[in-house]
């Protein structure tokens, strides 16, 4: 699955094959429920049995709403890797960007399996 990001709904990218899952830009779907219901789906169809995983959320921004569907997904992968899967979470913000970054410190107490690290845009760009 590889949807393309628009100025309301975040780019989304699932390889099964590789155990990759990306979101990135901005999450402010009108109908929240027809945008990540078809992405839940087609997520554990692709990943719930997989060995390895790697998660990748590197969002600019996203509304009240979407934080629900966003920290669903995180705790969706901390399930898996409780489960056995070997789940390496990157939340990406911009360096400057304290909200996304407190967002991600919010997410990881809940944690409890899976690998999950908060880098800045420019960390991930010399991984």
């Known amino acids: 699955m590889d ?10 990218l699932i390889d099964g094959s590789r ?8 999450s ?4 929240l ?3 990540f219901d078809p992405v839940l789906e087609e997520l554990v169809k692709e990943l719930a049995n997989a060995p390895k995983i790697e998660a990748k959320f590197s969002l600019v ?3 009240s709403a ?6 669903d997904l995180v705790m969706r992968f901390d ?3 409780g489960k056995g899967s070997s789940v390496k979470i990157f939340w990406i913000a911009a360096e400057d960007d304290d909200t996304m970054r407190e967002y991600g410190e919010d997410f990881s107490i809940h944690i409890k ?3 999950l690290k908060i880098l800045a845009e420019l960390e991930m760009a010399h991984d």
Request: glycine share 8%; hydrophobic share 40%.
């Open 19 to 26: 155990g990759i899952f990306e979101m990135s830009g901005e």
């Open 66 to 71: 979407s934080a629900r569907a966003i920290f």
């Open 61 to 63: 921004y996203f509304n």
């Open 113 to 115: 399996h899976a690998d």
């Open 33 to 35: 429920r027809s945008f």
């Open 3 to 12: 949807i393309s990001g628009t100025k309301r709904t975040p780019r989304i």
């Open 28 to 31: 402010m779907p009108e109908d």
């Open 79 to 81: 399930s898996w890797a």
